[in-house]
């Protein structure tokens, strides 16, 4: 890949980009090791992904980092889970304000540490004026409660239902204020949505690789922006001429 060839194609990447980082347990026992390793090398690679976005062009990225079903995996894991975050967001915060960019929180804050969500308040807070680009972290997310909890608060608003809208119920997501996602990435080789930004990303283009997180470097990113560049949106519309 030339830099001629990233910056082609970065002129015609997605503004908002997804991704359902799947596969870290089983890259790890491909090789013989615990889920722990998988989960502590696809924490590593989001910088990576992170740093690709930037040079592509791309203006948010949302991570699917831990989903409100994943309180179901057994208690060491999810243990694990928390502890990566909290420990990247106690090493790397620094780094990532000095170079631009705006972190982001989809999900609820009920039912984490209290340490942990200090960490997550502090992040937003240090960083919310940053423009670079907008690191979107989908943490202890569901869609439907996404929308459920929307709906709770437009009911709490006391809206008149014939004054509900499409924009009007976007601006009680969590993703308020952001574009809805032109494409969602999901590494593993599955090809379920698995909950993840269902009403936002209604006609985003979707791009499914067997390449597990660990291993989904800046070459797959690329590839998945090709793909995406050569499609036709074309938002339930048909095409003229």
């Known amino acids: 890949m030339s830099q001629d060839d990233t910056?082609?194609?970065?002129?015609?990447?997605?503004?908002?980009?997804?991704?359902?980082?799947?596969?870290?347990?089983?890259?790890?026992?491909?090789?013989?090791?615990?889920?722990?390793?998988?989960?502590?090398?696809?924490?590593?690679?989001?910088?990576?992904?992170?740093?690709?976005?930037?040079?592509?062009?791309?203006?948010?990225?949302?991570?699917?980092?831990?989903?409100?079903?994943?309180?179901?995996?057994?208690?060491?894991?999810?243990?694990?889970?928390?502890q990566l975050l909290s420990r990247s967001l106690n090493d790397q915060m620094g780094e990532l304000h000095a170079n631009g960019v705006q972190i982001r929180h989809s999900g609820s804050l009920v039912g984490i540490s209290d340490?942990?969500?200090?960490?997550?308040?502090?992040?937003?807070?240090?960083?919310?004026?940053?423009?670079?680009?907008?690191?979107?972290?989908?943490?202890?997310?569901?869609?439907?409660?996404?929308?459920i909890d929307a709906v709770q608060r437009l009911m709490a608003d006391h809206v008149p239902p014939d004054q509900v809208s499409e924009d009007l119920l976007g601006d009680y997501l969590y993703t308020h204020g952001l574009p809805d996602p032109d494409l969602i990435i999901r590494t593993g080789g599955e090809y379920r949505l698995s909950n993840f930004l269902i009403w936002q990303a209604a006609y985003a283009e979707y791009y499914a690789t067997p390449?597990?997180?660990?291993?989904?470097?800046?070459?797959?990113?690329?590839?998945?922006?090709?793909?995406?560049?050569?499609?036709?949106?074309?938002?339930?519309?048909?095409?003229?001429g």
């Open 7 to 82: 910056m082609d194609h970065a002129a015609r990447a997605p503004v908002h980009l997804g991704i359902i980082m799947d596969g870290n347990g089983r890259w790890a026992q491909q090789r013989g090791q615990p889920r722990f390793m998988g989960h502590r090398a696809g924490t590593t690679n989001i910088r990576r992904v992170l740093e690709a976005s930037v040079t592509f062009g791309i203006k948010v990225l949302t991570i699917y980092a831990f989903s409100t079903e994943n309180w179901a995996r057994p208690p060491a894991e999810v243990r694990t889970l928390m």
């Open 115 to 147: 340490t942990l969500r200090r960490q997550i308040l502090a992040a937003l807070e240090l960083t919310r004026h940053n423009t670079r680009i907008v690191l979107n972290v989908a943490f202890n997310y569901g869609g439907r409660a996404e929308i």
């Open 211 to 240: 390449t597990y997180w660990p291993d989904f470097d800046e070459g797959e990113l690329y590839r998945a922006i090709v793909t995406y560049s050569e499609r036709d949106r074309r938002f339930g519309k048909v095409k003229v």
